[in-house]
């Protein structure tokens, strides 16, 4: 029966190739259309971040509800105050953005980049390509500088050199010594092609300079509602102490919230949902020309019998 049917099918399709034509040319675009999309939403959506227990990482951001503001970055002073005050979390990092003009090596060339605490890497569960990642010391005031250079960089610059370890480049015209190579994964927090160790001068910062991404990873058996909790105690006593700080809250989400905003996860169901409909006409239009092919050969044969 079925290598009837494989024969049949074949006659038919030599017969009408404008119709076989048609019919797979359909089947084709439906089928690249939900596969383009679906990729999409498998990479923000469905597929797990690459990080060491991802559930556990979460965004601290401050909020405004008089300015209507939600999420928004957090300042250096009050990030200090959160990681000396919280109980909640194994430890807290934070992100800079950062530019940097690499002279020395080769041309200059200017990069983006990010300045971070040393505590990043570890909240992550990453560890660098080659070297090592930075050490708490590092952000201090006075500290040596050092760098780690961005996978991508590595390669395309250096020719993915592990001699670069321990070498100096020049960074912004300081001597800087290159300590690691930091993995791709670590641009989904900060992207950039350079990292230097974020070293904090708390009388030079202003509370209100919000800058900084803050990401933290909770402790094993805390939810994040506890968590938010507790920062709700910590940021009604700083709005206390500080009088700027009245109208500022703090804001816990998920990594998968911080990356799929609520718009951009409607959007992508939505679209999906329009694909899959887009993959069901076809299919319809399909049978409907298969059927009126049917009913043609039918009239046909009956016309010549």
């Excluded at 029966?1 to 399709?13: G, H, K, P, Q, V």
Aim: aromatic share 8%.
């Amino acid at each position: 029966m079925l290598l009837s049917d494989i024969r049949y099918t074949a006659r038919t399709m030599r017969r009408a190739p404008l119709f076989t034509a048609t019919v797979v040319l359909t089947v084709m675009l439906a089928i690249a259309a939900n596969t383009t999309i679906f990729s999409v939403v498998n990479s923000a959506m469905l597929r797990p971040l690459p990080f060491r227990e991802p559930d556990r990482l979460v965004q601290v951001a401050e909020k405004n509800d008089k300015l209507n503001l939600s999420t928004f970055a957090s300042s250096a002073l009050n990030f200090l105050d959160w990681r000396e005050q919280s109980q909640s979390f194994e430890d807290l990092a934070a992100v800079a953005p950062a530019n940097y003009t690499l002279t020395g090596s080769g041309e200059p060339e200017q990069f983006s980049g990010n300045l971070i605490t040393p505590a990043l890497t570890r909240i992550l569960g990453i560890s660098p390509v080659a070297g090592r990642a930075f050490t708490d010391p590092e952000e201090q005031l006075r500290a040596a500088p050092v760098a780690m250079i961005g996978e991508g960089l590595w390669k395309r610059r250096f020719g993915a050199d592990r001699g670069l370890i321990g070498r100096t480049i020049i960074l912004n015209d300081i001597p800087t010594t290159v300590v690691g190579i930091a993995p791709a994964a670590l641009s989904l927090i900060s992207g950039g092609d350079v990292y230097t160790p974020l070293a904090i001068d708390r009388s030079k910062e202003n509370r209100l300079s919000h800058l900084l991404l803050t990401v933290g990873r909770l402790k094993k058996g805390i939810a994040i509602e506890q968590a938010q909790a507790e920062m709700n105690g910590i940021s009604d006593r700083m709005g206390q102490q500080y009088p700027q700080m009245r109208y500022w809250g703090i804001h816990l989400l998920s990594m998968f919230d911080t990356f799929v905003t609520p718009d951009l996860k409607n959007g992508l169901v939505i679209l999906m949902w329009a694909v899959v409909f887009v993959l069901l006409i076809a299919c319809a239009n399909i049978a409907n020309l298969l059927l009126r092919s049917l009913g043609w050969e039918t009239y046909s044969a009956a016309r010549s019998g």
